[in-house]
């Protein structure tokens, strides 16, 4: 009967102590209070509720401590991310920016030229060379055409220059032929 009693004991107190571990603080000192005996207007309480209660406020205070060591560690964990991240996203951010300006952008000469720019420049390059050589066909084929005439006029004046020596050496020859025979007529 004795171990009977042992095991019930046993089991009482281990019930009560899981008890008391599952209710709050609070709960645990109400249920001290309620559980005390009264004493000329004073509450007497036994040593061992005590010693069980401040035991389990000492547990709570601990497990808290730990608790609040751990989340200031994880959130100083987080603000360390939180900076890395943002300097991460200043980096990304810069380029990004750097990227769009090179992607609407063309470098020429080493200088980094907006698209729409160097558009503009190719295209008034363009039509400046266009009109340039537009200028020197004309000048040439107007040139082409000054040098046909001359070489027209220059051909007609050597046909006029070889019909005017022709001419003259026919007239020479007549001459001569007079002259020969005004001679011959004097001799004879």
Not at 113 to 129: D, E, P, Q, R, W
Request: proline residues 0%.
């Amino acid at each position: 009967m004795n171990i009977l009693k042992g095991i019930f004991l046993v089991v009482f107190l281990a019930t009560f102590t899981v008890q008391a571990q599952q209710l709050s603080i609070d709960d645990q000192f109400k249920e001290l209070i309620k559980k005390s005996n009264n004493y000329k207007g004073y509450k007497v309480v036994k040593k061992e509720k005590f010693y069980k209660l401040r035991e389990n406020v000492s547990d709570s205070i601990f497990f808290l401590e730990e608790n609040i060591i751990t989340k200031a560690s994880k959130i100083e964990n987080q603000n360390f991310e939180i900076n890395t991240l943002t300097v991460e996203l200043a980096s990304t951010k810069n380029e990004l920016t750097s990227s769009k300006e090179k992607e609407n952008g063309i470098q020429v000469l080493g200088i980094l030229t907006n698209k729409s720019t160097y558009k503009f420049i190719v295209f008034f390059a363009l039509g400046l060379l266009s009109l340039i050589i537009v200028v020197l066909f004309i000048k040439y084929k107007s040139g082409f055409d000054i040098i046909k005439t001359t070489k027209n006029k220059l051909r007609e004046t050597d046909e006029e220059f070889e019909k005017f020596r022709q001419r003259s050496l026919e007239r020479e020859q007549q001459l001569r032929r007079k002259l020969q025979d005004e001679i011959n007529k004097k001799k004879s």
